[in-house]
């Protein structure tokens, strides 16, 4: 685990995103995509794939969670160069959110302009079961709204403005072609539309937070996503965010209500896993760069 105390530089950052490009061959991919828990195998997705691991990068975060295996995979689907992330990083590893964030404004260095986020949360109402792909077409930062806001420190005009709308993070067109790409797989009845609520974890969430987040109109609840949206809209990305439901969240308690685990969690990320890779290696075979 890197000990940096202080947001690393642009000069710190650039020195991370010459060193990836070497490593690959200067090979410049213009999709990223971060693969959520138990989605690791993303990765199958990449043709000519080169693996590079965030200990051989100086000064980069490690991931420290199980289903996040901790490296950068550079290759090919179809005719895009693309980079997944396998093994993002959280708040509750202890990560402030500069450096939850680090790897979005690396891949802007390298020259990425799209961004897919993947994640597994929970379902905060009847309208979502498990197994559900939720396209984010809007987000409820928590932590962002409290000061846990990878924005916050030294402005770095090269990433992007001091002050950013982050009103329309998640692109329009993208979401539209995630949902046209859903009904040529015949896979359109999984997916749907809905407000992601990010909280910092590790604990999943009480009933009275639950109803909390149900009262001001969130969809699915977890414990990412919203750093790394919000910094690769203010470098100018655009930006699909995919959730997979992976458990319902309780806002009554009786004997029979099951208890949500991470391994759970991994278990239902990893029996859709088929289904998503489907949908994000079509969607990264028909955008238009």
Known sequence: MSYQETPYTYEQLGEMASFVRQK????????????????ATLCDLLEDALVIPYTDIKGFPQSTVAGHSGHFVIGKIGDKKVLVMSGRLHAYEGYPAWKVTAPIRVMHLLGIKTLVVTNAA????????????????????????????????????????????????????????????????????????????????????????????????????????????????HCGMKVLGITLVTDVCAAELNDETPITTHEEVLKVSQKRTVDTKRLIELFVKKLSL
């Open 24 to 39: 690959a061959n200067n090979c410049q991919p213009t999709v990223g995509i971060i693969a959520g828990s138990g989605q």
């Open 122 to 233: 929970g379902s905060l109402t009847q309208a979502h079961n498990i197994g559900d792909i939720i396209i984010i077409k809007d987000h409820i930062y928590l932590p962002g709204l409290c000061g846990n806001n990878p924005l916050v420190g030294p402005s770095e005009e090269r990433f992007g403005p001091r002050f950013v709308d982050v009103s329309r993070v998640y692109t329009n067109s993208l979401r539209a072609l995630a949902k046209e790409v859903s009904k040529e797989l015949g896979i359109e009845n999984l997916v749907k539309e809905g407000v992601y609520c990010m909280v910092t974890g590790p604990m999943y969430e009480t009933p009275g937070e639950v109803r909390l987040l149900r009262m001001v109109g969130g969809d699915v609840v977890g414990m990412s996503t919203c750093p790394e949206t919000i910094v690769a809209h």
